[in-house]
T-cell receptor, first 115, second 115 residues
Framework: DTGVSQDPRHKITKRGQNVTFRCDPISEHNRLYWYRQTLGQGPEFLTYFQNEAQLEKSRLLSDRFSAERPKGSFSTLEIQRTEQGDSAMYLC?????????????FGSGTQLSVL | QQQVKQSPQSLIVQKGGISIINCAYENTAFDYFPWYQQFPGKGPALLIAIRPDVSEKKEGRFTISFNKSAKQFSLHIMDSQPGDSATYFCAATRYLYNQGGKLIFGQGTELSVKP
């Protein structure tokens, strides 16, 4: 399978715990995005990387959230001290730089439930 | 100004009919307008996209109509099939050279095609 891979698919945690999600983009894709999607809503942009550089972070990304992309390959998204409001689907997407028609390929997401 | 408004929220169409989903945007700097299809438990998948220099783009049964002056665009699904039943999201972005383009998604339309 050469698509975007996310792990785990589901995560249940208790409020206050830390969680970490992993995303493996399509190989050779230099851009990687994180989005969050709640039930009945469209995905919301969180942050994105070009290679290993984190170029933009949304105001939605509080200081409890941190994302990394070491060596420009896989990426991790960590949420510290989880809150019930963090419950959502966390989507990762990757793309190959294309000047006019960037095409994002999404993974199947990690569904987070905070109890 | 960053919002993309999508309607209707849900749509029921008979097999063989035409499904029409509409979106409106405020930011005139947006220059790329994709549509994504999402099945339950999966991430969004790019369906078709358009740039504002054309008024219509067709790919198979899917057509985007774009009205720059009205700041509106729509997705038409011809000969709708039960397999088209999914949630559809419009999106928009302003592409910045060498920085990528984060997508602003609409709220989604849940399409159900009845046999």
């Amino acid at each position: 399978d050469t698509g975007v891979s996310q792990d785990p698919r589901h995560k249940i945690t208790k409020r206050g715990q830390n969680v970490t999600f992993r995303c493996d983009p399509i190989s050779e894709h230099n851009r990687l995005y994180w989005y969050r999607q709640t039930l009945g809503q469209g995905p919301e942009f969180l942050t994105y990387f070009q290679n290993e550089a984190q170029l933009e972070k949304s105001r939605l990304l509080s200081d409890r959230f941190s994302a990394e992309r070491p060596k420009g390959s896989f990426s991790t998204l960590e949420i510290q001290r989880t809150e019930q409001g963090d419950s959502a689907m966390y989507l990762c997407a990757s793309s190959l730089e294309d000047s006019l028609n960037e095409k994002l390929f999404f993974g199947s997401g990690t569904q987070l439930s905070v109890l | 100004q960053q919002q993309v408004k999508q309607s209707p929220q849900s749509l029921i169409v008979q097999k063989g009919g035409i499904s029409i989903i509409n979106c409106a945007y405020e930011n005139t700097a947006f220059d790329y307008f994709p549509w994504y299809q999402q099945f339950p438990g999966k991430g969004p998948a790019l369906l078709i996209a358009i740039r504002p220099d054309v008024s219509e783009k067709k790919e198979g049964r899917f057509t985007i109509s774009f009205n720059k002056s009205a700041k509106q665009f729509s997705l038409h699904i011809m000969d709708s099939q039960p397999g088209d039943s999914a949630t559809y999201f419009c999106a928009a972005t302003r592409y910045l050279y060498n920085q990528g383009g984060k997508l602003i998604f609409g709220q989604g339309t849940e399409l159900s095609v009845k046999p």
